[in-house]
């Protein structure tokens, strides 16, 4: 029986496709908010360490307070930085548009743990704050 090369790729195709809808069914988002002294954090990044072995770290921006983050499910080590505009400056020399100024206020640690989809909001204000010097 003879076989056709196309026949092999689209064969390849069709088993990497399926093996990829099996690795996004393991993975779930967790979103929320970050608040600091009350307020949502202006800007900042939350960052998720992995502290159960084969799963990988990932992060996010923090902006208006808001995060999302994709993980797979397991014990994380998180670390949030919290900034917070003091000013602003041109974007590049000679440049007439103007972009903020963001200096840290506050990082912040704690472990959890990954299971299902979630919204989870984080105070850093509250116990483990750091401010930042």
């Known amino acids: ?42 800007s900042g990044m939350i960052r998720f360490e992995p502290l159960d072995p084969g799963l990988q770290s990932a992060g996010a921006s923090i902006s208006r307070g808001r995060y999302s983050v994709k993980l797979k499910p397991g014990k994380y080590q998180v670390s949030v930085r919290a900034f917070q505009k003091t000013g602003e400056q041109p974007a590049y020399a000679g440049s007439t548009e103007m972009v903020p100024v963001l200096s840290p206020i506050a990082e912040y640690r704690e472990t959890v743990e990954v299971r299902q989809n979630a919204e989870r909001n984080f105070d850093i204000s509250a116990k483990g704050t750091q401010p930042h010097s």
């Open 1 to 42: 029986m003879r076989c056709l090369p196309g026949s092999v790729i689209i064969l390849a195709t069709v088993l990497a496709g399926a093996g990829g809808c099996a690795n996004r069914e393991n993975v779930v988002e967790w979103r929320g908010v970050v608040q600091y002294q009350g307020q949502p954090v202006e």
